[in-house]
């Protein structure tokens, strides 16, 4: 499966975002999907995860109740939907496959696409 993740740009503090990741290749209907971001100068982070339905979810602890992932497993593609951003929140977000959402928030991922880039200014 490739993935491709796209929405990024530069955003004030305060501000929002929805970015999106489409699968291409197969489907990802019984995946789970995650998005992890990399920071300028730190190692890779997990953000966000979802199991195939998006019943069970898993989020980074500092982006709970600002973040939430959803999915559309019709159309191939996983959501990020980012509100209330803040300059911490700067980074090149991936978005990555994995056997479980346990699995992703523990930083497993099976395949991983291109990122797309976030800068949150003050």
């Known amino acids: 499966v490739q993935l491709q993740a796209s929405g990024g740009g530069l955003v004030q503090a305060g501000g929002s975002l929805r970015l999106s990741c489409a699968a291409s290749?197969?489907?990802?209907?019984?995946?789970?999907m995650g998005w992890f971001r990399q920071a300028p100068g730190k190692e890779r982070e997990f953000v966000a995860s979802?199991?195939?339905?998006?019943?069970?979810?898993y989020y980074l602890e500092s982006v709970k109740g600002r973040f939430t992932i959803s999915r559309d497993n019709a159309e191939g593609t996983i959501y990020l939907q980012m509100n209330s951003l803040k300059p911490e929140d700067t980074a090149v977000y991936y978005c990555?496959?994995?056997?479980?959402?346990?699995?992703?928030?523990?930083?497993?991922?099976?395949?991983w696409g291109q990122g797309t880039e976030v800068t949150v200014s003050s």
């Open positions: 290749g197969r489907s990802i209907g019984r995946d789970a």
């Open positions: 979802s199991n195939w339905s998006g019943g069970s979810t």
């Open positions: 990555a496959t994995g056997r479980s959402s346990w699995d992703l928030r523990s930083g497993r991922g099976n395949n």
